[in-house]
Each structure stands twice: as structure tokens, then as C-alpha cells.
């Protein structure tokens, strides 16, 4: 029976009938799917992470032992614990343990810091919050002290050591070992991820084991991932294409190989690539910018890699175009979003669509329309607003009615916020954005978010937040300020204010790169900020 988790929008039921009945979803669950894995390649190497090396049945026994300790918490299915580690193959146990249980990951990327934490928490009324003692100099260990005592519904906190494992960790696994059966559905809602920011708070995606399964298949599929697959994960592991797109889910889907390194710069990847022979990688474009502006590209043994996949920002046709000559690598655009639907182009696509589409959907499940402002589809080749529905979608984010009136058609289409050009062959390129979001280099930030944190200085009267172009992050953010009164001017410098919001708990990669004290803000007609002619002006 599936479970029902109070503020998750369910499929149509016909919409369900019809997906399992066209095999776009599987009775299988992503604990299942690990399994299954196993199962065929034992002794294969599933991860390696720092000096730990973990088989297929290595990674599968100590996802069991985890599982028996976690519920020996006392968790259950249809609880929620909120998983805030960075990247280790702790957190990749984590997820499949609590999976095994029926436990629902609140997973959040490392970066983030007590003001989201918080909130993921009390949305989700977590009973256990899974860190590490702490990270870039925050102490994690006594933020999770101090929040256990603020909610009675949050009971434990597990601790492990600053880079994984720990006595906690340990201690987890010593309560014995699961026997694994399926102690929930597939169509149980599987994480609640934080979605790229537009709105005040952050808000949760709930993906079910189903949603997760198909992205997954889809995106082996198209990129030709197989049992051969050494793929490198850099890119923080609790992000979507870092878990499904194809991520070490697709990976362990096919009984693939994950290297994790803590990030993508080129003096930690390029060693784990020699010393590994990894032969797949998926950057953001500044991280791909940087691989190939390295001077460090001489130093190591490269020539495992054959495919880097690239996604989470736009990548500039010249940027696009010098991979292949210099890299020596196929390059694979992806366009993707966390609630849902991932195109990327298919490996035999000529050079030119390679660098200049993004892709195109794996299925015609994938339902994509591209709409004027009256709601009315475009031609091919005009821009619009991609609206879409299918497989992965998810028809509404958790606990949000009102966000959902909104993001999501009354008829189940997400709409992205973003505008894009569709060529007659379904090839489409992302062209510009009608959200309110910055796109930092691959990370999203929500300008309100930033503004109502800006409202709570006492120095400031309004605040309006934009993404300023540049060249290697692609966006940069920047902040009007308008002061209470000219004595607070001096409150408002860069430094000043970037550590007020750090105090208030705001994740590092939110702060403002730019801050420009003004008097008053441009205005559209009918009164609101006019966000265009303020970047027009910058
Ligand atoms: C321009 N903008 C892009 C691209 C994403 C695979 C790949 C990416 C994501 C992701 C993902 C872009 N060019 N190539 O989850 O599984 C912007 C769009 C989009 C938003 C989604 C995956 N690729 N974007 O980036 O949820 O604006 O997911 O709507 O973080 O990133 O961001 P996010």
C-alpha cells in the first residue's frame, strides 16, 4: 500500500495506471534497484571515497547494519530526518538505509547553514538530523545541539567526524543487520529535495521512488552509462545531478563505479582521475571553465576521461566549442531541474547541436510546451516559456498550496521559469529566464529570499537583490540598498553586510558579491521595482 504523506500533491490516478502500464515507472524501489545490482556484480566496486573502496556487497551489508541502527532509533516509514553531509559515501549509505526503512531523506547540500536547516526541519517536522561536526569552520555539532532542544519532534541528532564516519557512525552500525524486504512502495514519496530558489524560503520536491527510477533509466540510457562507467561525482551529492542525472543512482542502476571527491577544482579532481581511470565526469560551466584553463592539465594522466557532461547554468558557445579540441573529451549538455524533467543531447548528435541545444527529451512521456505570455504555443525556433509534465515531474512542491497555485498548471505542467527555443527536431536551447532567480554559477538563489534577510538590518529601508552578468560565473549578485537615514550609509559596506547575513545563518554561496547604497529604486508602471532597468542601469 502506498503511503500518504499530508501535503504532497498524488498523481491522477489514471496518470499512474497509465505510466506503469507504458513501463515508464517500475515496481521497483531505489533500495531495490541497489539490490538487484548486487546481486549481479558482487564484487564489483560500487564507490571509493578517500581510502574506503566498497563492493557491491560491501556497500549493500553496510547499508543493512545502518538500516538496523536507524531503526533502532526508532524510525520508521513515513518518517522524515534531514541529511546535511557533504560529500562522503556516508551520505550514499545514509539515503539507501533510511530508503530500506521507509524513512524519507530531507537532504540538504553542505553549504547551508542554520538558517535553512531550520527551516527544512520544521517543515518537515524531522525526527533525526544526520550532520558532520563541522564544516568551512562552522561548528555543526553545536548548531544540532542547539535545535534538538527547540523541537519535540526532532529526537536525535547523529554526529560523524568533520570528513564522514565517527564513533556515531560506528555506533549506528553495531545494532546488527536488516534482512532486506520491501517495507515501502515505490510509489512513496522517496526525498524532499530543496528546489533551486525563487521564493522567501526554500522549498521541498517530493520524489517518489517511482519519479527517481525513471529519471534515472532515462538518463543511463541516453548517455550510454554502463557496468564499465567510472564516473566521478564533484558536484555537491545530495543535488539532483549528482543523484539521478544519472548521478550514483544511475551508476549503481547498471553497476557502474563512483569516485567522490569534495569538489570539482582541477588540483582534487585530476589526481582521483589519474589515480581512478575515471572516464566520466558531469561539471557546472565555471568548473568546466576552470578544467580547461588549468595549468594543471599537463601534470596528470587525463586520458581515462572520454565524456564530461555539463549543466546547471548556460554554457557559452565558446566555452562549448573549446572542450572537445582541448579536452580531448566529448562534451554532453545537459538542461535539467530538480523537479523534474532532464534533456540532454544523445552522444552521436553533430558538433554543432552539441554546442549550441542543450538537448532533447528521452521519451515522449516527457511532455515539454513552449508558450507565449497569453498561454498560446510558439513555432518552432521562437522563444517562450517551457512548460512540463511526465515521468519525473513532480505536480507540487510539499506543504505548499500557495507556491503550487502558482509553478504549477491546474492540468499538472511545472512551469520552469525559463525561456527556450525549440527547433523543429525537439532540440531545444535555454535563452533567457522569467523567474526571479540567480543562477550563480550553477547554484540558484532566490533574490526575495536575500531582500526580506536584507529588511531585518536596522540600517535599511528597501532592498532589491539581481544576478549581474560575468564571465565565468555567469551570474554575480548583486544588492541596491536604499538606507533608513544617510547615518546608517556606513553600516552598508560589502563586509559588513555579508557577515550580517552569515550571522543570521544564510549559506555562504547566498551572499552578495556587489552592494551599491542608492536612494531610491527604479519603478514599472504599475508600481512594483523594475528589476529589468535596474540591471540595465548596473
Ligand atoms: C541553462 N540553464 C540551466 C542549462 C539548468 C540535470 C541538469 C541540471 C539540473 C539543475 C538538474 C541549464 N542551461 N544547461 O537538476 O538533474 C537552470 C534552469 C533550470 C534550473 C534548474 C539535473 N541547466 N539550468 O540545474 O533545480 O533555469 O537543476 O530551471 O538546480 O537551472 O536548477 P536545478
Sequence with gaps: QPLTLDGVVPYPSKTVAEYLAKGYWHDQTLPELLFATAELYPDKLAVIDRDTRLSYRQLTDEVLRLAAGLQDLGLGRGDRVVVHLPNTYEYIAFLFALWEIGVIPVVAPIAHRRAEIEHFIEIAEARTYITVASDSGTDLAALAADL???????????????????????????????????????????????????????KLMPHTHHTYGYALRRSVGERGITERTVHLLVMPICHSISTRSPGFLGAFSVGATIVIAPNGSPDVAF???????ANRVTLVPPILLAWLNSSLRDAYDLSSMQVVMCGGAKLSEE????????LSLELSQSFGMGEGLVVSNPPDIDRETS??????????????????????DVPPGA???????????????????????????????????????RDERGFIRVVGRSKDQINRGGEKIAPEELENAFLA???VHNASVIGVDDEV?????????????????????????????QERGLATFKLPDFVEVVDEFPYTAVGKVSKRLQRERK
Design 319 to 326: 566555452v562549448a566549442r573549446r572542450v572537445e579540441p582541448e
Design 148 to 202: 534538538k532542544g527547540r523541537w519535540a519532534h526532532l529526537e536525535h541528532a547523529v554526529i560523524l567526524d568533520r570528513r564522514g564516519g565517527g564513533a556515531e557512525y560506528d555506533a549506528l552500525l553495531s545494532k546488527g543487520s536488516l534482512e532486506h524486504v520491501r517495507r515501502c512502495s515505490p510509489q512513496d514519496v522517496a526525498l524532499l529535495q530543496m528546489s533551486g530558489g525563487t521564493t522567501g524560503v526554500p
Design 355 to 376: 554546442v549550441r541545444y542543450q538537448g532533447r527529451p528521452a521519451s515522449e512521456a516527457d511532455e515539454i510546451r513552449v508558450i507565449d505570455d497569453e498561454g498560446n
Design 383 to 421: 522563444p517562450g516559456h517551457l512548460l512540463t509534465r511526465g515521468p519525473s515531474v513532480i505536480r507540487g512542491y510539499y506543504r505548499n498550496p500557495e507556491q503550487n497555485a502558482l509553478a504549477f498548471t491546474s492540468d499538472g505542467f511545472y512551469r520552469t521559469g525559463d525561456i527556450v527555443e
Design 457 to 459: 538590518h536596522g540600517g
Design 271 to 277: 589526481p582521483l582521475i589519474e589515480k581512478h581511470r
Design 473 to 501: 560565473l555567469g551570474e554575480r549578485i548583486k544588492a541596491y540598498l536604499i538606507p533608513r537615514s544617510p547615518e546608517h550609509v556606513a553600516d552598508l559596506t560589502l563586509s559588513k553586510l555579508r557577515q550580517f547575513l
